[in-house]
């Protein structure tokens, strides 16, 4: 069973930065590996989106809305993605959850999900 847990997000003025990040852990005896780690983001009464997302020994993909003042990197042998938020913005206010795309040993691919880490940027 492979578990991911984020942490980082919180309360932040219009304009200012936060840092999320998510790691992944296991207990299967063959290991886990990861092919895609990303954040979504959902706000209330919207449907989850695509906020960016880093495949492994590709490039990283971003959400337009967030090109420019996101960047998401990994640490793939700690297995850890992270998100560097910049110039928050009131709309950037959600939910936000830590995804992979991976399979424990010679397993299939599944996606696993965080429990979720809530941004609030105030105006």
């Known amino acids: 069973q492979v578990q991911l847990v984020e942490s980082g997000g919180g309360l932040v003025q219009a304009g200012g930065s936060l840092r999320l990040s998510c790691a992944a852990s296991?207990?299967?005896?063959?290991?886990?590996?990861?092919?895609?780690m990303g954040w979504y983001r959902q706000a209330p009464g919207s449907q989850r989106e695509l906020v960016a997302a880093?495949?492994?020994?590709?490039?990283?993909n971003y959400a337009d809305s967030v090109k420019g003042r996101f960047t998401i990197s990994r640490d793939i042998a700690k297995n850890t993605v992270s998100l560097q938020m910049n110039s928050l913005k009131p709309e950037d206010t959600a939910v936000y959850y830590c995804?992979?795309?991976?399979?424990?040993?010679?397993?299939?691919?599944?996606?696993?999900w965080g429990k979720g880490t809530l941004v609030t940027v105030s105006s």
């Open positions: 995804n992979a795309l991976l399979r424990s040993g010679s397993g299939p691919y599944t996606t696993y």
């Open positions: 880093s495949a492994t020994g590709g490039a990283a």
């Open positions: 296991g207990t299967s005896e063959s290991g886990f590996s990861i092919l895609i």
